[in-house]
């Protein structure tokens, strides 16, 4: 309903400043964000095929085998690697940040630098809670001798989550980066 909220303040300032968009929305990098929202969708990617190594109850590959045949890997370096990929798509939202505020883009500057922080920002914040849970179902692969069906349903929960985190970023996406 949050999201639902930002999108209406988007379009309505919009709708009221359509200069202000103009000259805001020149300023964005939309290459880089472009970029920056493959790694998030691919991340998705990562996350079910960890899902499904969950499902069958396969943890982590087997002890001796190398990192590098990806063929033997279990939900845990899956999840290793979704959450990488996560972590990158944050360090990206940090520096285009770093580049709006170089050009007088800020929270306060105006109506539409408090909606995009806002909007992207409060996005960023869900990304990083399901970073969280990743580490706490990776840190569990550690912690347990049994991989039950509990320890699979806490990975597809945080998959479902991972998934809605991917698809209100696309909504984002296409809303800031891609309407004119």
Not at 117 to 146: D, E, K, N, S
């Amino acid at each position: 309903m949050f999201f639902a909220a930002l999108f209406a303040f988007y379009f309505t300032i919009r709708g009221h400043e359509p200069q202000m968009w103009a000259e805001n929305t020149a300023i964005l990098n939309i290459p880089f964000a472009l970029a920056n929202t493959i790694i998030l969708v691919i991340s998705s990617v990562w996350c079910q095929l960890g899902v499904l190594q969950a499902e069958k109850g396969v943890v982590a590959r087997p002890v001796g085998t190398p990192l590098t045949k990806v063929s033997a890997w279990g939900m845990r370096e899956w999840y290793v690697l979704t959450y990488i990929f996560g972590a990158i798509f944050i360090a990206g939202q940090v520096y285009e940040y770093a580049h709006l505020v170089a050009e007088n883009v800020t929270l306060s500057s105006d109506a539409y630098g408090s909606v995009f922080y806002l909007a992207t920002g409060f996005h960023g914040m869900h990304v990083t809670g399901g970073l969280i849970a990743f580490l706490l179902i990776i840190g569990r692969t550690f912690t347990t001798r049994r991989y039950t069906h509990a320890q699979a349903t806490g990975a597809v929960v945080t998959s479902y989550y991972w998934h809605f985190v991917d698809v209100v970023w696309i909504a984002l996406f296409i809303m800031i980066y891609v309407l004119k």
